[in-house]
């Protein structure tokens, strides 16, 4: 068996590229992935929103949007108690709750933070995960939740003064109208 040559005429047609913006538009307007949250912060840099230099780095104005329902607050509380962790990582507090139901976490990611999944070892099921790491939404998240804990309420309560004691002066809440 020999190889064939291929001529000029016998490639296959390649068609020109489109221009930038001409073809269809896929948008997500999750507001959790990648590619919305970087459409955001284009938007807010062409508005000239920005964040006060008081509130820079991980002690910006909370973004977490908290439930008031207290079945809610409950299953929340449930799902740190069993599936996730509270965590001191550089002087700075975190919230993870890792599983394998993706709903769940993007129910989450809804409410706040990041939601990303995790590498799949041999033949296990794919795990997600929720990420909170801003310290105002870490402290109003555990604050809303504390009351509701159950085997993470010492840890909750010990994250809760430490940030507080961080905090203090550096970030000051809005006021509600």
């Keep these: 068996m020999g190889w064939k040559v291929k001529t000029r005429g016998e490639y296959p047609e390649v068609k020109p590229p489109t ?3 001409t073809g269809p538009k896929r948008t997500c307007e999750c507001g959790v992935c990648t590619k919305c949250r970087l459409r955001e912060n284009a938007r807010r840099r062409a508005h000239g929103i920005i964040y006060d230099k008081l509130a820079a780095g991980r002690f910006q104005p909370k973004t977490i949007t908290m439930p ?3 079945g809610i607050l409950g299953y929340l509380a449930g799902l740190l108690d069993g599936e996730g962790c509270i965590t001191i ?4 507090w975190r919230i ?3 599983m394998t139901h993706e709903p769940v976490i993007r129910w989450l990611g809804v409410i706040g933070g990041s ?3 995790r590498k799949v070892y041999g033949n296990r099921k794919p795990s997600w995960r929720w990420l909170l790491m801003r310290q105002a939404d870490v ?4 604050e809303t939740v504390a009351p509701h804990l159950m085997v993470k309420a010492q840890e909750a309560n ?3 003064a430490d940030i507080r ?3 203090k002066g550096r970030f000051k809440p809005k006021e509600s109208a």
């Design 139 to 142: 402290l109003d998240f555990l």
């Design 96 to 98: 993870q709750i890792a």
């Design 115 to 117: 939601v990303s999944t």
């Design 165 to 167: 004691a961080r905090i």
């Design 19 to 21: 221009p930038r913006g």
């Design 68 to 70: 008031n329902d207290p």
């Design 158 to 160: 010990d994250a809760i």
């Design 89 to 92: 990582q550089n002087k700075s």
